[in-house]
């Protein structure tokens, strides 16, 4: 896999999307690309599959944010654009890890840094984060490695 075979999937898929025009397609994944040239050109490096990754997981997060807001506004229209957009953005990710996935996981990363309690918590999530990067929630991971380690 070449470093640039994710970002080649979404330049790929735009042009689809544009000889669909399908332009709700379109639109997200114009919005994806120029989120990720944006990252490159702040960090002045071009970014591989797994900070792509990063860059789309948060996008995603964002979006589930604005949802959250728009549906408590009573914003349904707003709130159906950003779930779209979510649809797009998660056909460019890997496939989401089960529970039982990510729990095999953590009691691996447990083994291997030999944690006992949460002050070793840090340790676990290093060797976690990038094995769930865009496939679970950082969130709930991190909240059942303190269950695990408590």
């Known amino acids: 896999m ?9 330049q790929t898929a735009m042009k689809e999307a544009m000889r669909a025009q399908d332009k709700e397609r379109l639109n997200a994944i114009r919005l994806m690309w120029s989120t990720i040239r944006q990252q490159e050109i702040d960090s002045r490096n071009a970014l591989d599959d797994t900070q792509v990754l990063a860059v789309l ?23 159906a654009k950003e779930t779209a957009e979510i649809a797009v953005i998660q056909t460019f990710m890997p496939e989401p890890l089960s529970d039982s996935e990510v729990e095999q ?8 840094t030999g944690a006992e309690s949460m ?5 676990v999530m290093g060797i976690i984060k990038p094995q769930i990067q865009g496939r679970a929630d950082a969130g709930a991971v991190s909240h059942k490695v303190k269950e695990l380690l408590g």
């Open 2 to 10: 070449s470093s640039d075979s994710l970002k080649t999937n979404i």
């Open 57 to 79: 997981d948060k996008m995603v997060k964002q979006r589930r944010d604005s949802i959250n807001q728009y549906e408590s506004a009573g914003r349904a229209e707003l709130a």
């Open 105 to 112: 996981l953590i009691k691996k990363a447990i083994t291997q």
């Open 119 to 123: 002050k070793d918590m840090g340790k």
